[in-house]
T-cell receptor, first 116, second 115 residues
Framework: DQQVKQNSPSLSVQEGRISILNCDYTNSMFDYFLWYKKYPAEGPTFLISISSIKDKNEDGRFTVFLNKSAKHLSLHIVPSQPGDSAVYFCAASAGAGGTSYGKLTFGQGTILTVHP | GAGVSQTPSNKVTEKGKYVELRCDPISGHTALYWYRQSLGQGPEFLIYFQGTGAADDSGLPNDRFFAVRPEGSVSTLKIQRTERGDSAVYLC?????????????FGEGSRLTVL
């Protein structure tokens, strides 16, 4: 039972263009969502997050959009840079504000390649 | 170092053997987590420690898996009678509870291969 799904295994984008990574979830109890980036042979690193009380959160080139009715979120990277090439994981948690923060359910990941 | 440290980085063992994986969290982080990442999948939650106690071990797949954190800092994940299906990257993460974002800081992982 995959509660968090990233249906695109890979995405290829030209430098300077927008990268859009998508994520769907099924568990209505999820109320906090995060994106992590992972380079080879390294652990995932936190990128950006959004609470279910918001529909958008922006941090520099990265923006996360949340559509609760559709149980869908997306990560936009503008403009994309070659250094953004990595695996991106969507993650979700239930019970924001409590210990559940660290109990994350991850998607399968999307490999982003940004070509110069 | 300032980050989460995991040892060994690579471990190859034979089916049926016992394995220990160590995690040294970021100093001052009271929360510690173990995750497991199989090939082509995202990390999967195993266990969460708050201080010395396991607050949530619901992700441990069976009783061959056990983890301890006796002094509230370093943690050891122990796997008995290893099976080929245990082959994965075992990730440790730590965090400050009460942080605004709840973000986890992950180590580089311990890659376990069971032959």
């Amino acid at each position: 039972d995959q509660q968090v799904k990233q249906n695109s295994p890979s995405l290829s984008v030209q430098e300077g263009r927008i990268s859009i990574l998508n994520c769907d979830y099924t568990n209505s109890m999820f109320d906090y969502f995060l994106w992590y980036k992972k380079y080879p042979a390294e652990g995932p690193t936190f990128l950006i997050s959004i609470s279910s009380i918001k529909d958008k959160n922006e941090d520099g080139r990265f923006t996360v959009f949340l559509n609760k009715s559709a149980k869908h979120l997306s990560l936009h990277i503008v403009p994309s840079q070659p250094g953004d090439s990595a695996v991106y994981f969507c993650a979700a948690s239930a019970g924001a504000g409590g210990t559940s923060y660290g109990k994350l359910t991850f998607g399968q990941g999307t490999i982003l390649t940004v070509h110069p | 170092g300032a980050g989460v440290s995991q040892t060994p980085s690579n471990k190859v063992t034979e089916k049926g053997k016992y394995v220990e994986l160590r995690c040294d969290p970021i100093s001052g982080h009271t929360a510690l987590y173990w995750y497991r990442q199989s090939l082509g999948q995202g990390p999967e939650f195993l266990i969460y420690f708050q201080g010395t106690g396991a607050a949530d071990d619901s992700g441990l797949p069976n009783d061959r898996f056990f983890a301890v954190r006796p002094e509230g800092s370093v943690s050891t994940l122990k796997i008995q009678r290893t099976e080929r299906g245990d082959s994965a990257v075992y990730l440790c993460a730590s965090s400050l509870l009460g942080g605004a974002t709840g973000e986890l800081f992950f180590g580089e992982g311990s890659r376990l291969t069971v032959l």
